[in-house]
């Protein structure tokens, strides 16, 4: 009985020891790949390099500010040239640089290898998701911030992956080599999971290469490295590597979701339900932007509630919301939400605060919308 | 070698103004000495300017979620700190300790080109006044970070960069209009017998410097330009949708960028090879070879700039170039440390403030130059780029770099400018505060950044909490500090111990032959250097048994 008390206490401190550890972290993590670990070695022995070099430098110096004070040395020495040691201390330097070059050149080549992939991912930066899409498999989707407003405005206790946690992250195989083709749709973006040490910049009109090859089933994470705009710092990457067969029924599952939603489109909505699935579509898609209650912050982002848009003409409205606005920060969402999805927003957008105008616009409407477009080009 | 401003000969030239009196003498002076002290006093107010928005900046991310600032607000923040610290604060601070100094130092009556002069610094009031004006502009300012990487910064810019890209071509036009100042001082008034290999170091360094200047300004000034065009005129440089590039935004930017980040470390590089012997009493060791390493670093930072960009994309070969060659630059800067390091060893130190500053500044510089070579190292990079380690490492160079290297030469020369010796019991404390509070600010962001936090973030995970807590707290006693600095300074100006003409018993060079303080003007007839040997280089006036 009396044990018990110290028992817990151990406990306790050990979860805050272990908590407190990972919040004092002061290195590079190993990661999960063979790259990663090669990544990690190159890192230390740089890093011990440098603290050698670091500590004779300093070592001297400090040994000369204690050793050599003028209350120790009334008259100084007056040399102030020798040729043997300016050239030895420039060419040891070199010959130490070129022993770091080999290996980081080694591990270079390697990751600049990404042939005879088995899986083949193009990712797509935009402003603030990233998308993901299979190549060869008919499945994509958008991987969105799931962490509350109320968590980043501290109206609600942090979770443990505040910032880091997504609705649908990135789905690969355990053992596969995995190409990533990387591109963007607006600004340059980076996709960086650190636990895989891939880093590359998602870049407008260009498509970059990079692979992985992680061993183990678990979930990674990581940001957007390369400032984007206003939410930079609110576009998280996730990887959830699963083991073979797993990643196979996953894959099922995905492409049996997007017959379903393809169905959707012919069904007969009610406005209710069109309002309702447009608030969830609006939060994840507007309302970094435009606010979630309709206000937006003007002139960057112009006020749904009671605009000309929202409650005038519906072709502008599905115009604007399909196709953006060239030049601005108005991204043309046609192409990056389904039809029963941009239905959905615009129908909400037109009844939502105060926005009274009772008006529906259906799947249907969107799709006519878009094949009349087409038509015309 | 006479100090005596001899006035024989010189009929036509011997009526010695002083200055004008009231506001026209700033306006109009072309007194070199005057225009020093404007561009010092400019790039403290930048500096003060610049460092209250860091102070904004430390105070959000003090704790995790948004508390003071929204994120767009956030990002001017970081973009508006980082071009105010670079073109109006450590920029404007040496070409005014140039101004001040390098007439000076060769013997020169004043700068070669004077009305150049007053002109290029009324330009700097005028590009900041537009630049800071921005923030208050519907849509803000600029927000796309110091870097301004397109489509970031045209598609998707707020209006107001129309202002920022006019104050970009106004700061350029002043700076080149400052370098060829300095080349043409250097190049024709040096006096008589001062051979370019007697010159102070710090002369050495500006001449070195003044020529990047006028090779990658107008770099800059082109790719604003290309900017302008995109957003006004049309045209498609920079979007890949009209056919353009992204990409070749930040080949030309960072063609620019990397040799600008030497121009804000060169000078310092000057300034400490004079004060390092000084407060060593003993010859700067290898004056040659760091004139030589100078040479080197000034050549090979035309050759590196993709190594800002290693992750952008470059073909293996080119990573490989970049990576190799950026490599290369820690070896003359090496040279640079270890001549540092001699000079010291069996001198005879004391630590009044300017040694500190210097002292400091060769340690600290040192790390920021491992944590270089570090990022060098291309797939290493991979992890680090656009992380807090970079952060860490960039202030590392220019905090405890160029600004130690500003704070040790305004000490140093100090006596000479007010004719007063400042406080030292202040200025020590000034020294250790601000150490310590950069130190407390700068270190632990190496620390996050290994551990994942990406920079230009307002807001982050609970598992960087920790160490950006202890970087701001360490961020505000820096700043703070500040107010200390310009607190020594106003004092040294009103009065204090009365300075001789030469204070520090160690230094060498002509700046201590005039009076302290120097005279309005200085130099009127050529000190004659015939006599003062080669292997006694960078000393100039008498020399110390």
Known sequence: MSRHPC?????????????????????????????????FDLHMTIFWICVVIGVLVFGVMIWSMVAHRRSKRQH????????????LWTVIPLLILVGMAIPATRTLIHIYDSSESDVDVQITGYQWK??????????????????????????????????LEVDEPLVIPAGAKVRFLITAADVIHSWWVPDLAVKKDAIPGFINESWTRVEEPGIYRGQCTELCGKDHGFMPVVVEVKSAEDYAAWLG??????????????????????????????????????????????????????SAIATGDIEAHINIVVNGKPGTAMAAFGKQLSEVDLAAVITYERNAWGNETGEMVTPKDVLDFKQAEEATQ | MSAVIDDHGHAGHDHHHGPAKGLSRWLL???????????????????LLGGSMAMVIRAELFQPGLQIVQPEFFNQMTTMHGLIMVFGAVMPAFVGLANWMIPLMIGAPDMALPRMNNFSFWLLPAAFGLLVSTLFMEGG?????????????????PESVTFFIFAIHLMGISSIMGAINVIATILNLRAPGMTLM?????????????????????????????????????????????????????????????????????????????????????PLFGYTS??????????????????????????????LFFMYATMLIAVPTGVKVFNWVSTMWRGSLTFEAPMLFAVAFVILFTIGGFSGLMLAIAPADFQYHDTYFVVAHFHYVLVPGAIFGIFASAYYWLPKWTGHMYDETLAKLHFWMSFIGMNLAFFPMHFVGLAGMPRRIPDYNMMFANFNMVSSVGAFMFGATQLLFLFIVIKCIRGGEPAPAKPWDGAEGLEWSVPSPAPYHTFQTPPDMSDVHEHRKGTGGELTP
């Open chain 1, 7 to 39: 028992i817990w206490m151990g406990l306790g401190l050990s979860a805050i020891f272990g908590q407190a550890q990972a919040a004092w972290d002061v290195n590079m993590r190993s990661g999960a790949t063979d790259v990663s670990r090669s990544v």
């Open chain 1, 76 to 87: 100084s020495a007056h040399f102030h040239e020798n040729t043997r040691v300016e050239v």
């Open chain 1, 130 to 163: 990233w998308h993901y899409k299979y190549l060869g498999e008919d499945v994509e989707f958008f991987s969105n911030l799931t962490t509350p407003r109320e968590q980043i405005n501290n109206q609600a206790p942090k979770g443990e992956n505040y910032l």
């Open chain 1, 253 to 306: 599952e995905k492409k049996a979701e997007a017959a379903k939603v393809a169905e959707l489109t012919s069904k007969d909505w009610t406005l209710a339900e069109l309002t309702e699935r447009g608030e969830k579509i609006y939060q994840t898609s507007c309302a970094s932007c435009h606010q979630v209650g309709g206000e937006g912050i003007p002139p960057m982002f112009p006020a749904l509630k009671g």
């Open chain 2, 29 to 47: 002076t072309t007194n070199h000495k005057d225009i020093g002290s404007m561009y010092l006093w400019f790039s403290f107010c930048a500096f």
């Open chain 2, 141 to 157: 300012g600029p927000n796309f970070g110091w870097t301004f990487y397109a489509p970031l910064s045209t598609t998707y810019a």
């Open chain 2, 198 to 282: 007697k010159m102070p170091l710090f002369v050495w360094t500006w001449l070195i410097t003044a020529f990047l200047l006028i090779a990658v300004m107008p770099v800059l000034a082109g790719v604003v330009t290309m900017m302008l065009m995109d957003i006004h005129f049309g045209t498609s440089f920079f979007s890949a949708a009209g056919g353009g590039d992204p990409v070749l935004f930040q080949h030309v930017f960072w063609f620019f960028g990397h040799p600008e980040v030497y121009i804000m470390i060169l000078p310092a590089f000057g300034a400490v090879s004079s004060i390092i012997p000084a407060f060593s009493r003993k």
């Open chain 2, 290 to 319: 760091m004139v030589y390493a100078t040479g080197a670093i000034a050549f090979l930072s035309f050759i590196v700039w993709a190594h800002h960009m290693f992750t952008v994309g470059i073909p293996l070969t080119g990573e």
